[in-house]
């Protein structure tokens, strides 16, 4: 069996994965923010978890997940100054934060469903572990970690040896810095761990506690949450590369000046979505693709999942629309590979090579390959590779294609098996029937559409070239796109909006 290796950002190199308990895995993945829609950029970074539990499951271990939902305390500043991103979408929407959270916590999870990554074990709320969070709190003070200001307690980062290791911050270098700059902070890098309401004014969202009334600092719930449910240490920590010089750095810190144990032994880090503008693709530039603009375009949500993995998750991904259409054309093409298959198996019964190859539980070399490759690292690009190489290789067999597609499916979850996009319909040609192949789920080629397409056909096996372009331009002018397949197949698509050529 394949020996699984990640990238740990603490040791900035590829280890065997070892579990803190035989055959188990904790995973802890840091979640949305809970005041506006998800852009496809954050939701890069739920892929290569849900990968990961899929590949685990794969080896035979047993794993608990764990995605938090921020719903009070992250802060539009990263200094711990700055409105409450949910206070204020719940001011601008004239709407209560409650609201706001519920609302986003809900899209959120439709988002996941869509993009095919399952639903962690648990989804703790930051307002339903404020008890936790003030545990963990109090359980700093009593060890000498904490400090008051005017406006809340704070982590004290001189007070705790190795601060910034996972970053590599030089803290030394981090730590001038004018007395306006740092407020009552006694160190640039120390962070809120409770910040008390305003005296004159009263937040939606707030709780009593030892300091006073207020609410936890973003950092804090990670740590109280992640050790709630997966232990005081545990195996791997996700999240995006964004995180490591400033949330994750003090997730470390004051979960280890807790417990003086090691928090998390891998830390894993996805890297950000770009667009094809080279700007990074942050809620403050304004740039917000959402999964609902993607489905509004036409395209199969999965398709979107097809250019994630399609790219390894510690690179930055380019994305634009005729990416995305590569991308969906890629997946089309792997789904049909299979309907093909299936139609004509070798057998001659599509079903007994399906029922045939799931059955089987040895590992093919292939299946070996493609294993092997995910182990290392999560190499979907390569996976995908040694999947297209095995499709195309003539020597390859319908059975073993759909047994290596079966395989593979269990953690790319594509649905490669999705054969409801292809229609067959045949098509009257002199001295024999053709086939048109319509694809697109439950579409209904207009009549007028399926005799361009005869004509189209007709005017080719004449050699009028001139004819059957000016007849494919008629139909892409009516909204689809012929192809010819070979074999006397011509393939009919709809025309997205946006679509490339
Ligand atoms: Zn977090």
Not at 179 to 199: C, H, I, Q
Not at 344 to 350: E, K, M, N, Q, Y
């Amino acid at each position: 069996m394949a020996e699984l290796r990640l990238y740990n950002t603490l040791a900035r190199r590829k280890e065997p994965f070892r579990p803190l308990t035989a055959g188990q895995a904790g995973i802890y993945t840091c979640g949305p923010t809970v005041y506006a829609p998800a852009h496809i950029g954050n939701l890069r970074s739920y892929v290569f978890p849900d990968l990961l539990k899929k590949l685990l499951r794969v080896l035979g271990y047993r794993v608990t997940h764990v995605i938090n939902i921020t719903d009070v305390g992250h802060l539009t500043s990263n200094e711990d100054t700055g409105e409450d991103k949910l206070e204020r979408a719940a001011r601008q929407a004239s709407r209560s934060a409650w609201e706001i959270a519920a609302q986003y916590t809900q899209a959120y999870l439709d988002d996941l469903e869509r993009l095919h990554i399952e639903p962690p074990d648990h989804l703790p709320r930051a307002t339903g572990h404020i008890a936790e969070q003030i545990a963990l709190i109090r359980e700093l003070e009593a060890r000498g970690f904490t400090y008051r200001t005017a406006d809340g307690i704070y982590f004290d980062t001189a007070r705790f040896a190795g601060y910034g290791r996972l970053a590599r911050l030089r803290v030394a270098g981090l730590q001038g810095g004018s007395r306006v700059e740092l407020g009552e902070k006694r160190n640039k890098t120390d962070f809120a761990l409770w910040k008390l309401s305003p005296p004159d004014a009263r937040r939606q969202m707030e709780w009593e506690s030892p300091w006073g009334r207020g609410f936890p600092g973003w950092h804090i719930e990670c740590s109280a949450m992640s050790m709630k449910y997966l232990g005081r240490g545990f195996d791997i920590h996700t999240g995006g590369s964004d995180h490591i010089p400033v949330h994750h750095t003090n997730e470390i810190a004051q979960s280890e000046a807790a417990t003086g144990e090691p928090f998390v032994r891998c830390w894993l880090h996805g890297e950000h979505l770009v667009l094809g503008e080279d700007q990074r693709m942050g809620k403050s530039e304004g740039n917000l693709i959402t999964l609902g603009e993607v489905l509004a375009r036409g395209f199969d949500p999965l398709a979107y999942r097809y250019l994630v993995l399609n790219s390894h998750y510690r690179k930055y991904l380019t994305f634009s629309w005729p990416a995305l259409e590569a991308a969906a054309t890629a997946l089309t093409d792997l789904r049909r590979v299979l309907w093909e298959a299936s139609d004509r198996s070798d057998t001659g019964a599509p079903a007994e090579a399906v029922a045939e190859a799931a059955s089987d539980t040895s590992c093919s070399p292939r299946e070996e390959e493609l294993l092997e490759d995910l182990c290392d690292d999560l190499n979907t690009p390569k996976a995908l590779d040694t999947l297209w190489t095995a499709f195309r290789d003539p020597a390859a067999s319908n059975a073993e294609k759909i047994g290596l597609a079966r395989y593979a499916d269990r953690v790319l979850s594509l649905d490669l098996f999705d054969f409801s996009p292809f229609q067959e319909r045949p098509l009257e040609l002199p001295g024999g029937v053709g086939k048109m192949i319509v694809v697109g789920a439950g579409l209904e080629i207009p009549e007028v559409i399926a005799l361009l397409v005869q004509a189209h056909v007709l005017a080719r096996r004449a050699k009028n070239y001139v004819e059957s372009d000016r007849l494919r331009d008629e139909i892409k002018r009516r909204g689809y796109i012929v192809r010819d397949r070979g074999g006397d197949h011509y393939e009919v698509e709809p025309a997205r909006p946006g679509r490339r050529s």
